[in-house]
């Protein structure tokens, strides 16, 4: 539980023991991180994040794997920033389903300090006030802007590191690896706590999948939350005709993430939609302990398994939703 000391994490993983433990005989490796997990976290609990896009579409990005870049030609549909009272009806409607973090998701290259990011600051005021969790992921940021954020209330920020850095250039060309690495230091020093992870099944091998879990283990702090991400073929992008990951790869990539980061959070994030109960039981059983919903079944623009579906599916497991963290609203000063 929370009460094990810091000192037990280990911050020095080398690329050669990552490996060793991802390609562990599975029922050994599950084993494993199942332990550890219920060392670290009450294993009964399941928190309940709603991501909602509070802007879709129409990103000057090139992410290989999006469909919301403005050049590739998709069905999705270009909107406009949300009006603060909508996010906030969907905020408390998320918390009236059990959900106790709301993530607010931007398809921006970076943060502009425009009227834009005023209304931002205003939602995350707003969500705040409600006793949730207030996540975002609006891309890019610099110090000054995650400063303001953290004043408003911000609790968490999210900017995944997608790939491994040696792989990250095959999918993206509009930004560098750095400039992540960058967001989630200017995150860091803001004291905001640190949403990180990645995809599989960008045509990575497994030795990139360890790379980039690397990376976020041997951060001066763990992320507090790691999606862990099965690419969503989105029709329209370059990567639509990539195989289904197989869903041994994601159990392995979540018992690795619980073994090298066992504080964290493990998010068993997109692609559940085509995972079976049984299969997405295989995560629980490996580490993961939070889930992304979405209203209208979707996870920003792809397809997502309803609430009152998720819901049934952790009775059937006996598990429950997680209480949110925060005793009391932060203040706004």
């Known amino acids: 539980m929370e009460h ?5 994490l ?3 993983w080398t690329k050669e023991e990552l490996l060793a433990i991802y390609h562990r005989p599975l029922l050994d490796l599950v084993f494993e991180a199942a332990s550890v997990h219920r060392r670290w976290h009450r294993p009964d609990e399941v928190q309940i994040s709603t991501l909602l896009s509070v802007k879709t579409g129409g990103c000057p990005e090139d992410c290989s794997y999006c469909g919301q870049a403005a050049r590739y030609h998709t069905d ?3 909107q406009s920033l949300l009006p ?3 996010v906030l009806a969907h905020a408390q409607k998320a918390k009236d389903a059990g959900s106790s973090r709301f993530c607010m998701a931007a398809a921006w290259r970076e943060v502009r300090d425009n009227r834009d990011f005023d209304r931002i600051i205003d939602m995350v005021k707003g969500v705040n006030d409600m006793g949730l969790e207030v996540c975002c992921t609006l891309g890019m940021l610099t110090e000054h802007q995650a400063k303001r954020l953290q004043e408003a209330g911000l609790y968490a920020y999210n900017h995944n590191l997608d790939t491994s850095e040696e792989f990250y250039d095959e999918i993206i060309s509009t930004r560098k690896f750095d400039n992540r690495i960058q967001t989630i230091q200017h995150v860091r020093k803001a004291g905001i ?3 990180s992870g990645g995809i599989i099944g960008l045509g990575e091998k497994p030795a990139d999948r360890i790379s980039m879990l690397r990376t976020l283990a041997n951060m001066e702090r763990h992320p507090e939350s790691v999606p862990i991400n099965a690419l969503a073929r989105v029709p329209g992008t370059p990567l639509e005709n990539l195989p289904k990951v ?8 979540i018992a690795t993430a619980r073994i090298v980061m066992p504080a964290s959070m493990v998010r068993l994030s997109a692609g559940r939609i085509e995972m079976t109960e049984v299969e997405q039981a295989w995560c629980f059983m490996a580490g993961a302990n939070s889930i992304f919903t979405g209203e209208r079944q979707t996870l920003l623009v792809t397809p997502n398994p309803g609430v009152d579906e998720d819901m049934q599916m952790l009775q059937h497991l006996g598990l429950k939703p997680m209480p949110s963290k925060k005793e009391v609203p932060c203040s706004n000063g």
């Open 246 to 253: 197989d869903v041994w790869d994601m159990v392995r990539m």
């Open 76 to 78: 999705i549909k270009v």
């Open 10 to 12: 280990r911050h020095d």
């Open 4 to 8: 094990l000391e810091s000192k037990e």
């Open 84 to 86: 603060t009272e909508t």
């Open 193 to 195: 706590t640190v949403c």
